[in-house]
């Protein structure tokens, strides 16, 4: 009976081996790709409430403060914008038009690290008469 077929006791091991290699592989590059679907449906999530932001602050027809910062109601995303005249009105040109530049910045947790999302834009704003 030295003809048998099937396989030893070394050759199943070797096979548990090799399955188990392949599962834990497979398991890390899943781990990976949830991780980026999370991240990549966060940015979005973010782009769109930067956009919403980005329409408020265009629907403003004075000029906007120097700075001001606020959140997002029920969201945990926060925001700040900082305004720089770039031309600044000179004393006795009489203008009421203010051109300035924005630089919105929105930041959320994402696991243990803080993240930020940059948008840098103009406004352009009229003065009301007094």
């Not at 048998?4 to 398991?27: D, M, P």
């Not at 606020?70 to 006795?92: K, L």
């Amino acid at each position: 009976m030295n003809g048998q077929a099937g396989y030893t006791i070394l050759e199943a091991l070797c096979a548990f081996a090799i399955l188990s290699f392949v599962l834990v592989a497979l398991y890390e590059a899943g781990g990976i790709a949830l991780r980026s679907l999370d991240s990549a449906t966060a940015m979005d999530r973010v782009s769109l409430l930067a956009q919403s932001k980005l329409d408020e602050l265009a629907s403003v027809r004075d000029p906007l403060p120097k700075n001001a910062e606020g959140s997002f109601p029920g969201e945990r995303v926060r925001w700040r914008y900082e305004t720089e005249e770039i031309a600044p009105a000179t004393a006795g040109s009489g203008s009421p038009s203010h051109l300035q530049s924005v630089r919105l910045v929105l930041s959320w947790q994402q696991g243990l690290a803080t993240r930020s999302l940059a948008i840098e834009t103009r406004h352009f704003g009229m003065e009301r008469p007094q």
